[in-house]
Nanobody, 127 residues
């Protein structure tokens, strides 16, 4: 499995921005899809955004569309989540995930389709 390490979380005021990074520890040649999920206290893990590693197609949850942007740097084996216009309801632990099967992309908002997960990074948005 690919090892994933997230960074970039922190505390920000509502309306502010953060950029999360997720670095893969080895070659991403086997990866089809990289996704971002989040989990707030007492809630289920929910899909945020995903990017197809080859080609760069992206897909977003309605709750973040227009505010968040997912991108990748293939040379650095890193995926990013740029988060703008943050709201208190965006507060959560954010996880990146990697899927090696094309079926991950077909079911890209389903966390069970992903094979590897990072340890998570806390994002807190104050009002």
């Amino acid at each position: 499995q690919v090892q994933l390490v997230e960074s970039g979380g922190g505390l920000v005021q509502a309306g502010g921005s953060l950029r999360l990074s997720c670095a893969a520890s080895e070659s991403t040649a086997s990866i089809c899809t990289m996704g971002w999920f989040r989990q707030a206290p007492g809630k289920e893990r929910e899909f945020v955004a995903t990017i197809r590693w080859s080609g760069g197609s992206t897909y977003y949850a309605d709750s973040v569309k227009g505010r968040f942007t997912v991108s990748r740097d293939m040379a650095k084996s890193t995926v990013y989540l740029q988060m703008n216009s943050l709201k208190p309801e965006d507060t959560a632990v954010y996880y990146c995930a990697a899927g090696i099967s094309y079926y991950t992309w077909l079911s890209r908002s389903d966390s069970s389709r992903y094979d590897s997960w990072g340890q998570g990074t806390q994002v807190t948005v104050s009002s």
